[in-house]
Nanobody, 127 residues
Framework: QVQLVESGGGLVQAGGSLRLSCAAS????????LGWFRQPPGKEREFAAA????????YYGDSVKGRFTVSRDNVKNTVYLQMYSLKPEDTAIYYC????????????????????WGQGTQVTVSS
């Protein structure tokens, strides 16, 4: 059974930092690209960041570019999202997701490309 379990969310002041983790089990981790999506209150879920199978390429949504960094540890089967300079508009439920990719260069950005999803972790940024 595939499981993706996010952790590290919480309440932080504007300008602060948080690191989210997502531990995967039940799948060949190295065969999957990984992504982070977020859903602000009252809004649709949106793409935040993604990383290729081997970690060699990353891609970011415009709203987080330059402030967030996605990385992965293929030994620990974990993907991370380091978030800096947080803003109140970053308040959202953050989800990690895994996409089975044949290509080591693919960085999926669409929800429909992802096969598995975590339950999400809440991030709240106070002003």
């Amino acid at each position: 059974q595939v499981q993706l379990v996010e952790s590290g969310g919480g309440l932080v002041q504007a300008g602060g930092s948080l690191r989210l983790s997502c531990a995967a089990s039940g799948l060949p981790f190295g065969n999957y690209a990984l992504g982070w999506f977020r859903q602000p209150p009252g809004k649709e879920r949106e793409f935040a960041a993604a990383i290729t199978r081997g970690g060699g390429r990353t891609y970011y949504g415009d709203s987080v570019k330059g402030r967030f960094t996605v990385s992965r540890d293929n030994v620990k089967n974990t993907v991370y999202l380091q978030m800096y300079s947080l803003k109140p508009e970053d308040t959202a439920i953050y989800y990690c997701a895994a996409a089975r990719m044949v290509s080591i260069l693919s960085v999926p950005r669409s929800e429909r490309e992802y096969d598995y999803w975590g339950q999400g972790t809440q991030v709240t940024v106070s002003s």
